[in-house]
């Protein structure tokens, strides 16, 4: 039986992972902040096939020295603890340093402790991908894919949070790729780049009134009613949490190696999700703002285009936007 461990394991994309390999049969060790979370996750989960570990802070030296010590039958590792938030007045320490300094100590864990692990999976970002000039978004003419990368700038992004968090995601990466290059480990190493990802929470526990970021883009338009200035206006790719998760099995299941799964099923802008729950969740009818129905394609036809035809030959069917939406808007609204 294959042991998998999971770093971050309690995280929004991380406890689908999971989800999906307990219902594969395999092991999993997932580090976890605290006892208390790794219970909860435990009762969740409802299998003996998970156990945790504690890793406090993935910022300290070595700080997956010892989980990996105590279990020398993992054989693949995933990678997804890192901060995603904006909320900070200190970039370096809340967003580059767990960012990048996580990252090359799991690998440097993994190269001296885990021996025996070969294949490896970060989550990167579709941030790492995306030049953040542009605001919110990259030009037009430009078409993004498995090769593009942010050519993010430290001085920019040590002002804003908004830029710190996509150079956290773009250094982060960056240090993986080096480290396989210069340190030569035992493990081939894939990068999953999500862009936005909606989707359900893993199980009803997660559900609270302020979710992690991504899905408190859905969360803020029900939470802002009709009050249309309460209403942030997002645009960008989206993919849906379950196709992130496949997309980590995938990358250390299949033969593939050195590669970006750059996830992004299609672009979004807020107007095309709040037509989406106008239309299907009739309980929320005249509960939230209307907007202009059906202007959303003016924006998404101004901002960059993907092509990750690479990522999709690989992966083959995404869940839609439209089914995203309505699976995560009627579990807030239960
Ligand atoms: P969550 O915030 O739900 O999960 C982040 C996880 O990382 C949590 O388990 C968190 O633990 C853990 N973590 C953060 N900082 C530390 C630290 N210093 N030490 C130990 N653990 C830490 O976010 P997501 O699930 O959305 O994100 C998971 C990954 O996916 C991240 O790498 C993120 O950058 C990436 N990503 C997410 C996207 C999205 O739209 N959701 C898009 C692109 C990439 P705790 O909760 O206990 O603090």
Redesign the pocket.
Known sequence: MVSVYVS???????QHIVSQLVAKKYNVIGS??SAE?GEQLKKDLGSDLFEYEI?????TPGAFDESLKKHPEVTVFLH?????HFNTTDVEKDLLK?AIE?TKNALKSIKEYGPQITKVVV?????AVAPPDGSPEAPREMILTEESWNPADLEKALKFPNLGYRAS?TFAERAAWEFLETEKPNFTLNCVN????FGPQAFKSGVRSTL???SEVLNAIVKAGTDESKVPQSIGGFVDVRDVARAHLHGFESDVTNFRYLLVTSRFATQDIVDIINEKIPSLKGKIIVGTPGSGKEKTDKIAQVDNTKTKEKLGEFISLEDSVIDSIKQIVE
């Open positions: 971050g394991a309690t995280g929004f994309i991380a976890v902040r979370k890793v406090e802070d993935i910022v997804t603890a890192s901060p995603f767990p996580g989550t990167s970002s579709y941030a995601k999500p862009s936005f990802v992690n970021t991504s």
